[in-house]
């Protein structure tokens, strides 16, 4: 039983972690250089946000569950942990606070799209902070790809 827990760990780290960069930095651009709609574009790449999103989720519980399981109080003081629950934090932000915000942007916006109105800037900053917390989470999921990999040692 205890293999099949590590190997859900490993699992759940590569999903995570492979799902962010392959959505964020090769099918999210993908999407926008190859279709000729941004706004359908925009509304694809926001789908497969929101779907890693829950990927995240679902891995951040089973990766948090597996560490305190596995080593109990002393899972606060390794660094996975707090990579794990930072990386958790800023997906239930993008989730369930960016993500809403910006589709509540685009709903006011109608029957024009969002960046042809005058919540253009509104939403232009808020799709910034969501960009920057995917890049701070992206870059935490390669440090615990690295954690990961040198403890497997």
């Not at 999903?15 to 651009?29: F, N």
């Not at 915000?101 to 960046?115: F, H, N, S, Y």
Request: glycine share 8%; hydrophobic share 60%; proline share 3%.
């Amino acid at each position: 039983m205890r293999r099949i827990a590590d190997s859900l760990y490993a699992i759940c780290i590569t999903a995570w972690v492979g799902g962010l960069w392959a959505i964020g930095y090769l099918a999210a651009p993908t999407l926008f250089r190859a279709l000729p709609d941004r706004a359908l574009a925009g509304e694809l790449a926001g789908r497969l946000f929101a779907l890693i999103g829950w990927v995240g989720i679902a891995c951040a519980v089973y990766l948090l569950a597996f560490l305190l399981v596995r080593r109990g109080w002393r899972a606060f003081a390794a660094a996975p942990f707090w990579i794990v629950a930072a990386m958790a934090a800023m997906t239930l932000a993008g989730q369930f606070g960016i993500q809403p915000l910006l589709a509540e942007l685009k709903a006011d916006a109608l029957p024009r799209e969002v960046m042809e109105s005058v919540l253009r800037n509104r939403f232009a900053v808020w799709h910034g902070v969501a960009s920057v917390l995917y890049l701070i989470e992206s870059l935490a999921g390669l440090a615990l790809v690295v954690l990961h990999a040198r403890a497997g040692r």
